[in-house]
């Protein structure tokens, strides 16, 4: 089972500034509380391609679980561990091309995949008469424009294989007794497809209001990077830092 979510915005803010917020949007809670969830942020490899001139990165995120608590309180102990404070690492990978002009994000869950999987694919742009960022590719994507916006198509692809499992752990020889909702059990009732259907549907909505969150939190940072610029922001998450330390 697979279901898909599919969003598209528009920051009030150049290409390039947008882009640089993308990278700053965990810096620090104080200055985006909204990423309070993001308990540390590591980069694993940047580097720039001199052919192409395009910025590859891969960082790290280790969040407080995105897993929808009602989908926790559901899943047996043996796949949660009994603990609904779970930690969960996000993996993102991006490329940017400030010569073309669009930023590619793909950011995906390395914990809980056998329950839910959660791939989170983002086109940056600017946007462009003959050129839409919902159906831009990034070859296609079109060259900075001078009026100050970027648009952002969001698509999010939630896989459950729960169903699957919990079917294969309860015995192969009886998949029509619990598709066909017989059995005692909640998962027997609710069948395997009907566990995916639920998980997906309950991620999803939780998605999409963490969405917006995500985009308050771009448009705090935004709005500090045009008040104090890139070194305003970067003294005042370095105070927010020595802050954090203190308090410890």
Known sequence: MVLTHTTNHTYNHPFPTVTLAFFLRYCSPQLNPFANHVLSTDTISSHLDPETGRLHTTRIHLKKSRMPPAVMKLLPTSLTGGASDKASYILETSVVDMREG???TESRNLNFVGVL???EKQLYAAPSKTANA???TPAAAPATSSNGTTDVATTVVFRSRLGDRIRDRLGQHQPAQQDSG???GWFSRLGARGIQRSIES???????DQLGK???GMRMILERLRQSGVIGVLELRKMARERSMEAV
Do not use: D, F, N, P
Request: glycine share 10%; proline share 0%.
């Open 202 to 208: 309950l991620a999803s909505t939780k998605t999409q």
């Open 214 to 216: 995500s985009r308050e």
């Open 117 to 119: 999987s959660v791939i």
């Open 102 to 104: 669009w930023m590619s």
């Open 134 to 136: 919902t159906t831009a």
């Open 182 to 184: 017989e059995g005692g």
